[in-house]
């Protein structure tokens, strides 16, 4: 449910100076009449609480974590792998692979592709992702029969 | 000489003309500070892509490449993977939750003015630092195009200054986007055209290619000649701190990206985080493949033209162009420096419009004015005479600084700053419900002065009497940014901003309540 933006006052906390408010308001707004109020509305929750508590929001920051947070791992575990062998094993790193062209060109040159795959793999998941948030709006916009 | 010159004139001439078209479109805040959030995805990331090379990608890392060979190549691979930061933790929730700026997602659930007030003065210290970089390249590069006229180095960086002044004054961000864009695809087309003329040189064998960079040979400061394997690390990050130096420039490139605000004000010129999502993505199939050829280009200039050539025409930050000049001519040295040129002053005037909007729209308008009684078209006006001062701060240091510093090192000290202050703010606010407004503040603070007075007692300012020994900063200031703002979350208690948490995270996973393209 769409709360309504009648009145001017307090429709928006966080005001920029000399622009009309064109973002949706923070925080509670003047409630709807109490006959157009369902049981969940009518215990003054506002809409983002609403959401906070819907088992589908909680699955979609749990499914967002379990794809976001391994992935920062990974890359920056690899990544840091280049500055501290590098750093501190030139001799490996020396190690010629292709004629002349060593392993820590080639390690350096394999981050492009690292980094390329994890963004192709998030785009991948990410398409989920809108998936569940499209539906978490649209079942607060009929209602929120949660 | 005078091909170059016609060339300049014609590009200044075409941008001059995109800004002018485009300033009778500008009709309100949203429009000059995000571009109505009306880009397309590929149209954002190409603009992204041209954001973020720079001078100090195009001159400094081929420059880096050309003297001191693989660890050059290093500021390519940490300038990509630093997008991934951006991909993964940043783009998304900023644009789901924030309007103009950096400080309006920690405004959002913070005490508006200290935050705001901290975030402008970070937003101004990186962003011009970033423009002192583009200075310098800039008054290289033109005193050498020139050099048969006699410009000066200081002329040149002032007759930069202000052509940018007069780009962001009256284009805004739309005309900046535009003017993005085609840099963009000017600089990859120069880059992949040099690129094939180097291999063209080797006969099309990677093997001679690399055989050559195996074995360069130049003359060292007692003039001796030295053959060196430049595929070897440590030419620049030598023992005994060259290890932990290679670190910390890696922990700078990594999470200062993430915290520039002239990228992450790009992605509040799209409708939503999807579009934002695809346009990161845009932007990095585009700086990988440049970073790739950032090989043939620094490689190039150490084989082909040489440093000791280098360092006495224009030095380190010309390898580039003078790998052009010796590959084809004149004629096409001054394509690849009109390029250069069209680079610097397109990435100049995005930084210029980021750092005018967040002192208008942060410290004006909300700290200033308290967040009402401007009048309509205020804070554009405030924002056009902070571009003007901004724009002369950053000259008058350029010319202090002179021509002879990497502009690619100069640039990576910005991304420590940014690194330091910025990112961890960003990332507790996104993520920590106890984060709060004393948390913001002295994050911000311990970031920005730690990073500052380590640079100015690094050996990169002080030279060999430096009391710190490493080049970058990040490697201590990043965590001392991050301890700041636990040490002052954990002095206070914000009952305020633990709540609007709820809001924040709902906002920033689902995009309910983001705002939308405007139509114009």
Not at chain 2, 38 to 62: C, E
Not at chain 2, 150 to 168: K, P, Q, R, T
């Amino acid at each position: 449910m769409q709360h309504k933006q009648a009145d001017s006052d307090n429709s928006d906390l966080m005001p920029s100076a000399g622009v009309p408010a064109d973002v949706a308001p923070h925080g509670h707004d003047r409630p709807e009449a109490a006959h157009g109020l369902t049981a969940d509305a009518d215990a003054d929750l506002s809409d983002w609480q609403r959401v906070a508590v819907m088992d589908e929001f909680k699955k979609l920051v749990a499914a967002k974590r379990r794809f976001i947070i391994p992935a920062t791992i990974f890359f920056i575990v690899y990544y840091f792998a280049l500055p501290v062998l590098v750093g501190y094993a030139p001799k490996l790193m020396e190690r010629r692979v292709f004629g002349v062209v060593n392993l820590a060109y080639l390690f350096a040159l394999s981050q492009f592709f690292m980094a390329w795959l994890i963004a192709a793999l998030y785009v991948r998941a990410a398409g989920r992702f809108d998936e569940m948030a499209r539906s978490i709006i649209s079942r607060l916009s009929k209602g929120g029969e949660n | 000489m005078s091909a170059s010159l016609v060339m300049f004139l014609a590009f200044i001439a075409v941008t001059l003309w995109i800004t002018w078209w485009a300033a009778r479109k500008n009709t309100g805040s949203s429009a000059y500070f995000a571009a109505g959030r009306s880009l397309r995805a590929w149209q954002n990331g190409i603009a992204v892509a041209g954001d973020y090379m720079s001078a100090a990608s195009f001159l400094g890392i081929a420059g880096i490449i050309a003297f001191q060979g693989y660890d050059g190549f290093m500021y390519s691979v940490g300038w990509l993977v630093a997008y991934l930061t951006v991909l993964l933790i940043v783009a998304e929730p900023l644009r789901n939750a924030g309007k103009y700026t950096m400080a309006d997602v920690l405004a959002y659930r913070l005490s508006p003015r200290p935050v705001r007030a901290m975030g402008a003065l970070s937003t101004l210290t990186v962003s011009t630092f970033y423009m002192i970089a583009q200075m310098v390249g800039a008054g290289a590069l033109v005193s050498l195009l020139l050099r048969d006229t006699g410009i000066s180095f200081s002329a040149a960086v002032i007759s930069i200054g202000i052509l940018m002044i007069v780009y962001v004054v009256f284009g805004g961000m739309l005309a900046t986007t535009w003017v993005q864009i085609i840099k963009a695809i000017l600089l990859m087309s120069g880059t992949i055209l040099l690129s094939l003329l180097v291999l063209a040189h080797f006969g099309f064998s990677f093997g001679s290619f690399f055989e050559a960079i195996a074995h360069v040979t130049y003359h060292d400061a007692q003039g001796n000649p030295v053959t060196q394997n430049f595929l070897q690390p440590g030419l620049r990050y030598k023992p005994p701190y060259g290890a932990l130096d290679l670190i910390s420039l890696g922990l700078a490139l990594i999470f200062g990206t993430a915290g520039l605000p002239h990228i992450l004000v790009r992605f509040y010129t799209v409708p939503d985080a999807k579009t934002a999502r695809v346009s990161v993505v845009w932007a990095m199939v585009i700086i990988g493949s440049f970073y790739i050829l950032t090989t043939f280009l620094g490689f190039g200039a150490a084989t082909i033209v040489g440093r000791d050539f280098i360092a006495k025409n224009g030095g380190t930050n010309m390898s580039a162009p003078l790998l052009a000049q010796a590959l084809a001519g004149d004629l096409f040295f001054a394509f690849i420096s009109a390029i250069a040129f069209a680079t610097i002053l397109a990435v100049v005037a995005g930084l210029t419009i980021s750092a005018s909007t967040s002192f208008a729209h942060d410290f004006w308008a909300n700290v200033l004015k308290h967040g009402k009684g401007t009048a309509l078209g205020e804070e554009v006006r405030v924002a056009r005479v902070t571009a003007f001062v901004v724009g002369a701060v950053s000259i008058l240091i350029a010319i202090l600084l002179g021509p002879d510093a990497n502009v690619a090192f100069l640039v990576a000290l910005a991304f420590a700053v940014a690194a330091s202050a910025n990112l961890p703010v960003i990332v507790l606010s996104l993520f920590w419900r106890r984060f709060n407004t004393r948390g913001a503040v002295a994050g911000l603070a311990t970031g920005l002065v730690s990073s500052l007075a380590l640079i100015l007692i690094s050996p990169g300012i002080m030279k060999s009497n430096a009391i710190f020994p490493l080049e970058n900063p990040g490697i201590v200031s990043i965590p001392l940014g991050f301890i700041g703002a636990f040490i002052g979350t954990l002095s206070g208690c914000e009952p305020r901003a633990e709540e609007k948490f709820t809001e924040l995270s709902v906002r920033a996973t689902t995009g309910l309540g983001a705002e939308k393209a405007v139509s114009h």
